[in-house]
């Protein structure tokens, strides 16, 4: 199956609450990055983690990464009705090859 | 400093025409890739050029689709002839370095009828 495999697919929220997202991979890697996808949008990169580190904050944006579970998690605190949209991680394999394996997404909806 | 611009925003052609894609990288970005997503399904890798050479195109679907770098700058990518399961959302990224954050741009949505 795809690496990057997100959790859950879907999650609403009421505005203020806390959101977390997950994601599972499944070799290793360099990196791994999250993404964020407005409707009929771009994707607007959020925050790059490195194999060797484990934790990152941007601004209301924390995230963790696990390499012996080989996953990783996004959390986005305070929630706004703005952060909907659809979030993907999206990993770059620790071989000679520099692209990105993106997962499916999971689509956030922040109710005001 | 502008990001990555593609052009056209949305393109929709007929089955067995063909259609150019244009994507501007980050200025002074060596690395270009394409992605597409094509109908429900995930982001999907097509190419790796670093400045005008492909460095990985292991994920150009068939011969139907030829990207260009010339000069290292901009990149095209033409699909020619264009068939209906091409239609999708076709995005270009660029990075300064690989291993670095690759900044995309807002993709063209193409429609083969």
């Known amino acids: 199956s795809q690496q990057g495999e997100e959790d859950p697919q879907a999650l609403s929220i009421q505005e203020g609450e806390n959101a977390t997202m997950n994601c599972s991979y499944k070799t290793s890697i360099n990196n791994l990055q999250w993404y964020r996808q407005n409707s009929g949008r771009g994707l607007v990169h959020l925050i790059l983690i490195r194999s060797n580190e484990r934790e990152k904050h941007s601004g209301r944006l924390r995230v963790t990464l696990d390499t012996s579970k080989k996953s990783s998690s996004l959390l986005i605190t305070a929630s706004r009705a703005a952060d909907t949209a659809s979030y993907f991680c999206?990993?770059?394999?620790?071989?000679?090859?520099?692209?990105?394996?993106f997962g499916s997404g999971t689509r956030l909806l922040v109710r005001p | 400093e502008a990001g990555v611009t593609q052009f056209p925003s949305h393109s929709v052609i007929e089955k067995g025409q063909t259609v150019t894609l244009r994507c501007d990288p980050i200025s002074g970005h060596d690395n270009l890739y394409w992605y597409r997503r094509v109908m429900g399904k995930e982001i999907k890798f097509l190419l790796h050029?670093?400045?005008?050479?492909?460095?990985?195109e292991s994920g150009m679907p068939n011969n139907r689709f030829l990207a260009e770098r010339t000069g290292g700058t901009y990149s095209t990518l033409k699909v020619q002839p264009a068939e209906l399961e091409d239609s999708g959302v076709y995005f270009c990224?660029?990075?300064?370095?690989?291993?670095?954050?690759?900044?995309f741009g807002p993709g063209t949505r193409l429609t083969v009828l």
């Open positions: 999206a990993t770059e394999r620790m071989d000679s090859s520099y692209k990105l394996i």
């Open positions: 050029f670093v400045k005008e050479s492909k460095q990985d």
């Open positions: 990224a660029s990075s300064q370095n690989t291993l670095d954050t690759q900044y």
